[in-house]
């Protein structure tokens, strides 16, 4: 199973762990205390904990997000599920589909529309 301490370092640096589960880097902007306190629990403490790979935590929050409606950390989640390769577009569908089935329509209509954003169809 991946271990995603190995994988993404050392816990502790909060920057560098959410850049690489984001795939993206952080803003100069100076977070809140809020938006720190959070990113120090979501990515020092929970991602990087041994258990699950970093592919399977993609797939637990996404539902996750999905199943609360929040569509702007949604977006986030599935371009970096794509831009690092740990799940595809077929994938992300699929997920969306398991959601509707679970959460209901609405909720997973907001994944699939991130989906269709960040990943247009080849068709």
Known sequence: MDDPVRNLGEAGDRRTTYE???V????GVSPSVLM???EDF????VWTRPGLSIRERR????????AVGAAKPMAAHV???LESGDLTREELEEAALQCAAYVG???AS?????????APSSS
Do not use: N, V
């Open 59 to 66: 797939l637990i929050t996404l539902s996750c997000i999905a």
């Open 110 to 118: 907001l994944l699939d529309q991130a989906i269709r954003q960040h």
């Open 105 to 107: 329509w609405p909720a």
């Open 42 to 45: 979501l990515f020092d403490q």
């Open 20 to 22: 690489k589960i984001m």
């Open 36 to 38: 720190e306190a959070g």
């Open 79 to 81: 371009a970096a599920a």
């Open 24 to 27: 993206t880097t952080k803003s």
